[in-house]
């Protein structure tokens, strides 16, 4: 009876330590990374990163008789980007685009769902451009990388930091794929669905904390930027074919356009939290001489469903009649902004016009080159 008594008293101060100490394993668990795949090279940095491919070789590259500019001094010269009002209006890192730089941000976005929806079979989504602590959450962003984000008066940062994620704040999305993997956070989704391709077109606001005087020129890396994103729900055994066929569809946007592009193996040092494995476009910028990232492609495996709880319920010939946590892929297809000054320094004349791709001419009034226009 006496130790009967000790054992209630042992378990009455557990059971009140419980909460707490679940908290600590939540918070520890919140920030521990997914692992990746065995195929994906060890290293440090994107010095280590693997080319996979090359689209137009160097000999392949347009030959030119005059040196390219970069994008912020064509764009300047044709009036169609303005920095210096938008830091006026917003401070650094925003991007004003002014008559034909602003019909081709549109141009690209209606091409980039139209090609997605038609060719691809995606579905296109419109999302919220806030969500709230929880969707973060469950895509990865929250809670190692809050002070990226931007968030609204009514979200709570310290909250965030002990492991507490609400569905009642709000913080502006650092990409569509926040929204569009959290349509089914919670859900069982039927086998027979799988898999879902969804696209969506959102502008994408990002703090860029950990990138003070980087990309300072140009409109690289901005606080405010538009993207079309592609994502997947899918089967486990179906991922990798599911994460090489977003790839192919981001590739297929940039050879329409007649961009040259590389794609990149990610080794472990450059592959992003949740991911188990990433291909990173890389466009060519002449005006620059160097490729720049125009869409990362990953295969994040169950990490994300598992955050979300996303799962299926598998047919009943696979002989598995529990649910299971599909598996997410996402990428861009593609980085709108990146696309647009990709083109300006790829099409760009001697005589300081700029030349519009064929596939985009008829979203541009059929128009097929930009030139020089009042500010």
Avoid at 23 to 36: D, G, I, K, S, Y
Avoid at 47 to 68: E, G, I, M
Avoid at 134 to 141: D, H, I, V, Y
Avoid at 194 to 214: H, S
Wanted: include cysteine; glycine fraction near 6%; charged fraction near 25%.
């Amino acid at each position: 009876m006496v130790e009967g008594l000790d054992l209630k008293s042992e378990l009455e101060k557990f059971g009140s330590e419980a909460p707490s100490k679940d908290r600590e394993f939540q918070q520890v668990r919140a920030v521990l990374p997914n692992l990746t795949r065995d195929e994906v090279p060890a290293g440090k940095s994107d010095a280590d990163n693997v080319v996979v491919k090359t689209h137009l070789s160097d000999a392949a590259r347009r030959t030119w008789d005059f040196t390219p500019k970069p994008h912020w001094e064509l764009g300047e010269a044709l009036g169609i980007l303005d920095l210096e009002r938008a830091a006026k209006l917003s401070g650094a890192r925003f991007a004003v685009y002014m008559g034909a730089g602003a019909r081709l941000e549109r141009a690209l976005v209606s091409f980039m769902l139209d090609f997605h929806t038609a060719q691809h079979g995606y579905t296109e989504v419109l999302p919220p451009f806030m969500v709230n602590s929880k969707s973060l959450f469950g895509t990865g962003q929250l809670p190692k990388f809050a002070e990226d984000l931007f968030r609204c008066s009514d979200a709570d940062a310290e909250a965030v930091a002990r492991g507490e994620f609400n569905d009642s704040d709000h913080w502006l999305i650092p990409t569509a794929e926040v929204p569009v993997t959290n349509l089914y956070r919670d859900e069982i989704l039927d086998d027979a669905r799988l898999p879902i391709a969804l696209t969506a077109y959102t502008p994408c606001f990002r703090a860029e904390a950990g990138a003070a005087g980087k990309d300072t020129r140009g409109i690289i890396r901005q606080h405010q930027f538009q993207k079309v994103e592609l994502v997947k729900f899918t089967r486990p055994e179906d991922s990798d074919a599911e994460h090489e066929r977003l790839t192919r569809d981001a590739e297929e946007i940039l050879e329409a356009l007649g961009l040259p592009y590389r794609r990149v193996l990610l080794c472990t040092g450059d592959t992003g939290f949740s991911s188990a494995k990433t291909f990173d476009l890389e466009v060519w910028l002449p005006g620059q001489q160097l490729y720049r990232e125009i869409s990362s492609c990953s295969n994040f495996e169950a990490f994300q469903a598992r955050r979300a709880n996303i799962r299926y319920r598998p047919a009943v010939e696979a002989g598995r009649s529990k649910p299971e946590f599909v598996h997410t892929i996402n990428g861009s297809g593609l980085a709108v902004g990146r696309t647009w000054l990709a083109i300006l320094e790829n099409y760009q004349q001697a005589d300081g016009s700029v030349l519009i791709p064929a596939a985009l001419r008829p979203y541009m009034g059929d128009r097929d080159r930009i030139v020089s226009e009042p500010r």
